[in-house]
């Protein structure tokens, strides 16, 4: 079975997520970057208010429950990138292509939002493959970002 056929995906402005789907989304970032990965730092850090949200929840309307996720920053300013972050999956649903059809549908949406803008990432180091199949390539050395190893990387319009 595809698990990605059965995630209805959802594009959401900050002001459009309800408190009770905020709560479930800010739980599975937690869940993920801070339990899973050990690292701690503050998640809520000001730009989510600002950002467009992709939400793959379960496919159940009873008990739905984010299942993916990622947040997409407008540029800075003129000539900057779009920036994708907290890019995750749930820890259940990990390895079934999950991942990669959110980040294909960020990529299809951003080109059409943001035409011949670059889409910028800061990448854990262990996924430059994966990002890199995206088109993505690195565009500076590893650093330690929250105790972990990341290289930005870049995708040319």
Do not use: K
Request: with cysteine.
């Amino acid at each position: 079975m595809n698990m990605a056929e059965n995630i209805l995906w959802q594009w959401l402005p900050f002001a459009a997520l309800g408190v009770d789907d905020l709560y479930a989304i800010l739980a599975l970032r937690q869940e993920v970057f801070v339990v899973e990965q050990r690292c701690a730092y503050l998640d809520c850090d000001g730009s989510d208010q600002e950002a467009l949200h992709l939400v793959g929840w379960s496919g159940d309307g009873r008990s739905r429950r984010p299942l993916a996720y990622l947040r997409v920053l407008p540029p800075a300013g003129d000539g900057l990138p779009v920036r994708i972050g907290r890019l995750l999956t749930h820890a259940d649903i990990r390895h079934r292509g999950v991942a990669r059809d959110m980040l294909r549908l960020a990529i299809e949406r951003l080109e059409t939002f943001y035409p011949g803008r670059p889409i910028a990432i800061s990448a854990q180091q262990y996924l430059l493959g994966f990002y890199g199949r995206f088109g993505f390539y690195a565009t500076s050395p590893p650093y330690l970002e929250d105790g972990i190893p990341h290289v930005d990387m870049i995708r040319s319009p």
